[in-house]
């Protein structure tokens, strides 16, 4: 037995067979038939059809990116240390003046003999950006595509929540001339994970990322 619905006389909307035969189309396929015109038959494996590759190309948010961004990582931390590393901060848009909000979102490093730090950000913003509005959906997810990333020296956390004066955040740009052309093994991005129940690691600063009046000791 078939479910058919006619929308006029030239075209219709139908479900393939309960009963299989050797002419039915597979179970569980939706197809649109474009009788009129000889239009051709458009078949979609519905409900159940494979979303799209997200965008970004080789820093598209996919777990095989983050994971081989995060190897990347690992391999020259090894070699460079905290000096070829930056902890990486995002804006709240919805705080300002001298209570602005900033969340931590990861670290990247760099050979820094061969990759700049604003091109090793630029390199890998599309991830950075798409993990930072997944892990603050609330406070950020409205703001893709806007949002203002901030850069301290790597491995500062405890000052900065400390609220240590001589830990500033220095704004970095989205893009970066030539960052395209940087290879990825050069470059390497190990992403926050949340796991204090949601909370994640927020701290407090002026707009012009340094330490407000009010929190220095």
Sequence with gaps: MCCAFLSNANSALAFSPS?????????NHLHILGVANGAAEIDYASPMRQRPRPEGGDVAYTQENILRQLRYYNDIRKVGGRDCVQDLYVRDPN?????????????????????????????????????????RPVELGRY??????????????????????????????????????????????????VTNQGLGFCIVRTEDGVVPPHLIA
Excluded at 106 to 121: D, L, N, Y
């Design 95 to 135: 705080s300002s003046g001298d209570n602005t909000r900033y969340w931590f979102a990861g670290k990247v490093a760099r050979c820094t003999g061969t990759v700049s730090p604003e091109r090793a950000i630029a390199r890998q913003f599309n991830l950075l950006e798409e993990h930072a509005t997944r892990i």
């Design 144 to 193: 893709f595509g806007s949002l203002e990333f901030y850069a301290a020296p790597g491995d500062t956390e405890m000052l900065t929540s400390q609220n240590d004066p001589g830990i500033r955040l220095e704004k970095v740009r989205r893009s970066a001339e030539g960052a395209e052309e940087v290879a990825l093994l050069e470059v390497g991005l190990n992403l926050e994970i």
């Design 19 to 27: 009963v299989p035969s050797k002419t039915a189309a597979p179970r």
